[in-house]
């Protein structure tokens, strides 16, 4: 069940994790007229945490499902297909604990982003999904080299730097569209063509890509890794600012520095050795209380 936060006004991100449903879903929802959010003077949704709480008691029942398998069934992915993708995505979890909760949260943000950047509304699906299985290509990996301490050698880097083509080829039979593939196949191109896995350069890489690797290397650094503890989030936004241009699309830098300061992007938890057991997503403060 959706994760309760306790301030009375949340932006979409906190919104949607209230209601346990993706960004799109919470979208889809709202344009179906069972709630409408408020504006603020910058134009960003804001919602009240009674007027979500008389959604869900109405709609008890059907909030059950987790957020990715919704995000799934956004995209018409059914059936044993759809089981197959969850499998493979807890599968990931399992074997990674450190990264647990980093696709859901890169697949938020990523359409957080979308928003601040004007992107139509009707690539946000894509997007969300995208984002959402960016790393399901990790499967591949071995746990000697996913897991390791340390740098690794050339040999080991080749499985990592095949991850995003293992990625479309675990999800192509499933006929996603070639925006989710792009997104899974492109996401650690560099702006300067020194990424993987086709050194692609700057507009070649496509938006979706580009905005999931801002997005994706953000939630890494932030992260604790069993290597580093999690660095600051001034820190991260440096780094990102540092490398806008040379590694990042700047102007997906810029936007999303804006959506951290209008606290639209959602943060991991505390860090491992503060609070083992509750390390799911702990979301930004809201902005009243
Ligand atoms: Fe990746």
Aim: hydrophobic letters at 40%.
């Amino acid at each position: 069940m959706a994760q309760r936060v306790e301030a009375r006004v949340l932006n979409a991100t906190q919104a949607a994790d209230y209601l346990g449903v993706s960004i799109c879903t919470l979208k889809k929802i709202e344009n179906l007229g069972h709630f409408r959010p408020y504006r603020t003077p910058g134009g960003h949704r804001r919602y009240s945490r009674q007027m979500l709480e008389e959604y869900l008691e109405l709609s008890k029942g059907f909030f059950e499902a987790p957020v990715a398998e919704k995000i799934l069934l956004d995209q018409g992915v059914a059936g044993l297909q759809r089981d197959v993708i969850m499998s493979l995505m807890a599968a990931i979890d399992t074997r990674d604990h450190y990264s647990r909760g980093h696709s859901s949260r890169v697949a938020a943000n990523a359409v957080v982003l979308a928003e601040h950047m004007g992107l139509d509304e009707e690539r946000w699906g894509a997007l969300e999904v995208g984002a959402y299985l960016h790393d399901i290509g990790k499967i591949a990996v071995r746990d000697a080299i996913l897991l390791k301490r340390g740098s690794l050698s050339s040999d080991q880097r080749r499985p990592i730097e095949e991850h995003p083509l293992m990625g479309a080829r675990i999800l192509e039979p499933v006929g996603f569209d070639k925006e989710v593939i792009s997104i899974v196949v492109f996401h650690h191109e560099r702006i300067d063509g020194r990424g993987y896995p086709s050194r692609l350069k700057g507009d070649a890489i496509s938006l979706g890509a580009r905005i999931v690797c801002v997005v994706d290397s953000f939630d890494a650094m932030v992260s604790d890794r069993p290597y580093r503890s999690a660095m600051p989030v001034k820190v991260a936004l440096r780094e990102l600012r540092a490398n806008a241009g040379i590694q990042f699309d700047s102007g997906v830098v810029e936007k999303f520095t804006e959506a951290y300061y209008e606290r639209e992007i959602m943060l991991p938890s505390l860090p491992h050795s503060l609070e083992p057991r509750l390390r799911e997503v702990r979301l930004v403060p809201a902005v009243a209380t």
